[in-house]
């Protein structure tokens, strides 16, 4: 196994505190290898920002060692060791600050272990959530999250390079990655998700109606659209045919909401 990184060449995880002038923070350098990942018994520089005279602590996932086991001078290094024997899933650094009186604790995602092909347990199995997506209107999308599930434990493995996605008609939905998008035509399709000699599939429908405005595929306009759109505001469309995006700016905000309400079909946006 190997970790991948989020990459972590320059990760800073700031909180405030009241009572400390100084915001604390946590940087992780590295990786230092040419390929970007991190192995076991590499290690890492983690650099902690706060006060002189803070009790500093890094608290790195069982088995990792860290050294120094605490600092009280600025600046507070440490240094994290990989183990051999570190686990599968997401890794979680954290460092803790007693600044008398007050204490505070900030963490910091540091990787996750790629599983290569070829240490795929042979009873593993491949599992997608949820088990079917139904796709609304026209540009949706949505991210399903995909488990490898191995030994009584799962790891999610839907950000992994080595998962792969092709769908059976294009036409009706697109994938990127785990994110489904609602296609040019309705219908329902699968995709097919891969991780080594693993599959598994996940049905997709695609019912936009084309109706302007009808965000929720009932072939009428109204504050049920008007809510779905507003939990959106003020968000990236994501892409040309996003029908929330209904001034094609790029942007879902209070300017589409106007116009979805010049679209109801009935007044007030009443739903009956």
């Not at 294009?170 to 219908?187: E, F, L, M, N, R």
């Amino acid at each position: 196994m190997i970790i991948r990184s989020q990459p972590l060449y320059a990760i800073v995880l700031l909180a405030s505190m009241s009572g400390v002038a100084n915001a604390q923070s946590i940087t992780i350098a590295g990786p230092t290898n040419s390929d970007g990942f991190f192995h076991p018994g590499d290690t890492m520089n983690v650099y902690v920002t706060a006060p002189q005279n803070c009790f500093v602590t890094v608290s790195a996932p069982l088995h990792y060692q860290t050294s120094p086991p605490f600092s009280t001078t600025t600046p507070h290094n440490f240094t994290v060791t990989i183990p051999s024997n570190a686990a599968a899933g997401v890794q979680t650094l954290k460092a803790r600050f007693n600044c008398a009186p007050t204490q505070s604790q900030v963490g910091l995602t540091i990787g996750q272990f790629e599983v290569e092909p070829g240490q795929i347990a042979s009873n593993a199995t491949l599992s997608v959530s949820p088990a079917s997506v139904w796709l609304k209107f026209n540009g949706q999308a949505f991210s399903v999250n995909v488990y490898l599930n191995e030994n009584n434990s799962s790891m999610q493995v839907s950000r992994s390079s080595l998962l792969t996605a092709t769908v059976a008609d294009p036409s009706i939905v697109s994938v990127d990655g785990a994110t489904v998008a609602s296609g040019s035509h309705d219908g329902t399709t699968y995709v097919e998700f891969s991780l080594g000699e693993l599959s598994v599939s996940l049905p997709v429908t695609n019912e936009a109606t084309g109706l302007r405005g009808d965000l929720n595929g009932d072939s009428k306009v109204d504050i049920d659209d008007l809510n779905i759109l507003d939990g959106a505001l003020n968000t990236p469309a994501n892409g040309p045919s996003d029908a929330r995006d209904l001034n094609h700016d790029g942007i879902i905000n209070a300017l589409d909401a106007r116009i979805l309400v010049t679209l109801c079909t009935r007044p007030g946006c009443a739903t009956h």
